[in-house]
């Protein structure tokens, strides 16, 4: 997501590699039951190979498990799902999250039940999905004439800037009904509250280290969320407005605020004994909650299929045929295609093995003390489960694993959303993504286009091995610099 994410200042790491010693002493084991085996501290992916499938850290106080194979994935995900089901509160969410009061960062329990039972069925059906695939379309047909004009010039574009830029256009427009507005800069908002949610707090690992803010987050996070709150204040106060309602007419679309306006004051499920209200302070949360998660997630997809296509020839010709056979070079590729392109979602799920957006998925954390495999797991430890690791695991993915070798899933159809244990890009169980299928839709809609419309070179004198394939590992895994290239336009009649 953001380049600065690991970026820790030596003097900082300093003072937390002292701070995990000296809680080390502070807090000794205090169990004489079998932990996990593990080392003290970071880092946290490539450790895997070493410590094996389960792997314990002591991060500071707080106690982490690192889970990196698709059977003890399974065992947390799937067998022991709700003990596993709730998410750790961090100074970031707890601030600008309206404390963890959306969908993502909410514990465990009835309050996160309703939200998720709403955004599921209001907000991310398959219909409303559907729903949206004018927006989509419009959206992307700009990008599609922006980059005829490049091809036109034979200018070189920033792949990963214009993936993101469309991702963001549509999100903002179908959360909010716009994506700019001259009274304030969301865009830079949202970027800032990324950055924040995405670096490392020593706060969120040494609680008391929260009053001296050494890293400056806390004043950041203040500053962000009464900033966020003044927008999303005015946005609704624009919604609410009946004359503004009325200008949308009856057969007008209700983007995601209306939908979540039109419920406040109703009981959040009326089925539900807690009967949770919804009010705006929720649909605050909701809101920005719902950004969070669609907004970097397909584009960072993009880039690195964009990224691994310019460096398998073979693997973009092959989908060029297809799309050339299936859609044809008279017309763009629409949404309903893409069930007739096999080829293309084997590419995107492969990319989506070897870059899952979120590398650990998004933290949980455990209810109460549980013995999985014979270790002890203590009540409030912090889970991350490395799909990271699992997609790039040899035993799994035979000795090519590392190999960007879409035909892989020709001879096995494995399933990305959940079914799987072996491909987790999307997590899995009860918090497993809600937006699987919106986010799949347009990544893949997006990436056929791109590949469909344009063929795609790199920047003159740069050839495939010269591809800079380093990645940013925060939150999210995006391409550590932006991917150049330069389109030449496909279809037939475009010049
Ligand atoms: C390529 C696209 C996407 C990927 C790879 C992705 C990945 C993920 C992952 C790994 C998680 C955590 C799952 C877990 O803990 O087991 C997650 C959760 C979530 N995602 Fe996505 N996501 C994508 C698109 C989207 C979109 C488009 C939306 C909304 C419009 C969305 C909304 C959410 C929400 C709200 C959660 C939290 C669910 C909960 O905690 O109950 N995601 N996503």
Redesign the pocket.
Known sequence: MLPETLAIPAILLGIFILILSASYLLYPKNSVKLLPPGPKALPIIALAAKYGPIMSLKLGQIPTIVVSSPEKAELF?KTHDTIFAS?PKLKATETISYGGKG??FSKYGAY?RNV?KL?TVEL?SASKVEMFAPLRRAELGLLVKSLEKASASHEVVDVSELAMELIENVTYKMVLGRNKDDRFNLKGLIHEYSYLLGAFNLADYVPWLEVFDFQGLARRMNKVSKELDHVLEMIIKDHEQPSNNEEKGPDKKKVFVDTLLSLMHQPMDPHDEHQHIIDRTNIKAIII??II??YD??AV?IEWAMSELLRHPRVMNKLQNELENVVGLNREVEETDLENLPYLNMVVKET?RLY???PL??P?ESIEDVTIDGYHIKKKSRILINAWAIGRNPKVWSNNANIFYPERFEVSDISNRGKDFRLI?????R?????IQ???TS?TTILGQLVHCFNWDLPVGMSHDDLDMNEDFGLSIPRSQHLLARPTCRLLGRT
Do not use: E, K, N, Q
């Open positions: 995900l998410r969908l993502v996160w998720r955004v991310l909650d719902i998660g669609a997630t397909s997809t989506l899952p957006v979120g998925l998004v949980r890009p999307f997590g899995s169980g918090r497993g993504c809600p937006g919106m986010g799949l990544t």
